[in-house]
């Protein structure tokens, strides 16, 4: 029974790890399909671009997991390494209050 | 010869037009070395993420510049050494044009950069306007 494989892309159930309170305020339950870095408008993943990189970090200052940002797994690595450039140059900060 | 990003934070202490001094000094270094300069763009005073070496403010500068790993190396023992510079980093960069990065845009840019998500989600807050 291999269906169930296909639905655990669309599946509601698997949300409950992040009911906790902090990540209300956040989109944290957008369902993205596409990843916002493929495609022909795509914007470059750059360090410098520090109004790019905020939409996928935490209010906390964390980076958020690609399976809620929908980021694909090439550019969710170059995101990691761009945000951890900023977060070395201070532009982005490690931990925001 | 690969292309270089060298981006420093000057103290804020110092004089704006020491910072100028500064990056000169650097420019002179690495063309020393066999570096070609592209590209030069102070980002001016700017307020740091978090406090670095007990400061809160420090000047940013980007030196964008084709040349090969001596001039790197150069380049950045000259700032380890130089009490001015309390951070620095070179990034590899595989093109650098001669356009202004991000940091230079005007501040309100306003929202001409269309990478708002595709797929319309059914959230009240799915205005992803970056705020």
Not at chain 2, 43 to 58: D, E, I
Request: proline share 5%; hydrophobic share 30%.
């Amino acid at each position: 029974m291999s269906e169930d494989k296909k639905t655990y892309e669309g599946s509601e159930g698997r949300d409950s790890r992040e009911s906790s309170a902090n990540l209300i305020g956040k989109p944290y339950f957008r369902r993205k399909k596409s990843c916002p870095f493929t495609g022909p408008k795509a914007p470059a993943i750059d360090y410098k671009d520090t109004r790019t990189l905020n939409r996928f970090v935490s209010p906390y200052g964390k980076m958020l997991p690609s399976h809620i940002t929908g980021v694909s797994n090439k550019k969710q690595r170059e995101l990691a390494i761009a945000i951890k450039r900023a977060r070395h140059l201070a532009l982005m900060p490690y931990t925001a209050r | 010869m690969a292309f270089y990003e060298l981006v420093y934070i000057v103290r804020p202490d110092v004089s704006s037009t020491q910072t100028e001094a500064t990056a000169k000094k650097f420019e002179e270094v690495i063309t020393s070395k066999g570096g070609k300069i592209i590209k030069t763009e102070q980002w001016g005073l700017k307020t740091l993420a978090y406090r670095v070496n007990k400061h809160r403010k420090g000047y940013y500068t980007m030196i964008g510049f084709e040349g090969n790993g001596e001039a790197v190396a150069e380049a950045e023992r000259q700032m380890r050494i130089s009490d001015d510079v309390i951070r620095f980093l070179t990034v590899n960069v595989e093109e650098l044009t001669k356009a202004p990065s991000i940091q230079m845009a005007p501040r309100r840019r306003g929202s001409d950069e269309t990478t708002d998500a595709p797929a319309k989600t059914k959230r009240p807050m799915a205005n992803t306007a970056n705020a």
